[in-house]
Antibody, heavy 119, light 109 residues
Framework: QLQLQESGPGLVKPSETLSLTCSVSGGSISSHTYYWGWIRQPPGKGLEYIGFVSYSGGTYYSPSLKSRLTISVDSSKNQFTLSLISVTATDTALYYC???????????WGQGTLVTVSS | QTVVTQEPSLTVSPGGTVTLTCASNTGAVTSAYYPAWFQQKPGQAPRALIYSTSNKHSWTPARFSGSLLGGKAALTLSDVQPEDESDYYCVLYYGATWVFGGGTKLTVL
């Protein structure tokens, strides 16, 4: 059974880079069938799509975050990472990593990790 | 900027039927937007219910159904149960990205 586990700092200073890792177990990140990426949810607010990538290199980023965002896959560690530069308080959120099938025919999420942007 | 709009809140009685909708500021929602629906309860990750307009996941109760209605994507809950009280989110595909709606808080009362 697929399991996804987010990890990374819970506190990031404004203007710095938010980096999170999603470790994948029970499945291979090298599969060409799936997309790997992130959504987030600010406290008390709705879901926001961040972006997903395919193992073959296709990127599907939110236009509003694209200029600050990099999602990369590391097949040797069976994990993928999120890097968001120049963060502000508006980037404070619960971040979920996920695996998506084509057009959301399959959806798996991690448990989520809270990241707070504050000095 | 692409905006996906849902009813902020709806209330339904147990056993009743309710329809949640999902609209796009770019025009009518069609199957080409591959509408999907998620249910999220407090403290939990969102759970996928419907994909590609009307397809159910294996765990989706039969009382949930997806459709296109009047230029919007729609999620209809029939014979609503108390455990259906939750936040519901739609998401639409825009070619190279997905956009979530703001969510509907469904109260069963």
């Amino acid at each position: 059974q697929l399991q996804l586990q987010e990890s990374g700092p819970g506190l990031v200073k404004p203007s710095e880079t938010l980096s999170l890792t999603c470790s994948v177990s029970g499945g291979s990140i090298s599969s060409h069938t799936y997309y790997w990426g992130w959504i987030r949810q600010p406290p008390g607010k709705g879901l926001e799509y961040i972006g997903f990538v395919s193992y073959s290199g296709g990127t599907y980023y939110s236009p509003s975050l694209k200029s600050r965002l990099t999602i990369s896959v590391d097949s040797s560690k069976n994990q993928f990472t999120l890097s968001l530069i120049s963060v502000t308080a508006t980037d404070t959120a619960l971040y979920y990593c996920g695996r998506l099938g084509s057009y959301l025919s399959e959806v798996d999420w991690g448990q989520g990790t809270l990241v707070t942007v504050s000095s | 900027q692409t905006v996906v709009t849902q009813e902020p809140s709806l209330t339904v009685s147990p056993g009743g039927t309710v329809t949640l909708t999902c609209a796009s500021n770019t025009g009518a929602v069609t199957s080409a937007y591959y509408p999907a629906w998620f249910q999220q309860k407090p403290g939990q990750a969102p759970r996928a219910l419907i994909y590609s307009t009307s397809n159910k996941h294996s765990w989706t109760p039969a009382r949930f159904s997806g459709s296109l209605l009047g230029g919007k994507a729609a999620l209809t809950l029939s014979d609503v149960q108390p455990e259906d009280e939750s936040d519901y989110y739609c998401v639409l595909y825009y070619g190279a990205t997905w956009v979530f709606g703001g969510g509907t808080k469904l109260t069963v009362l």
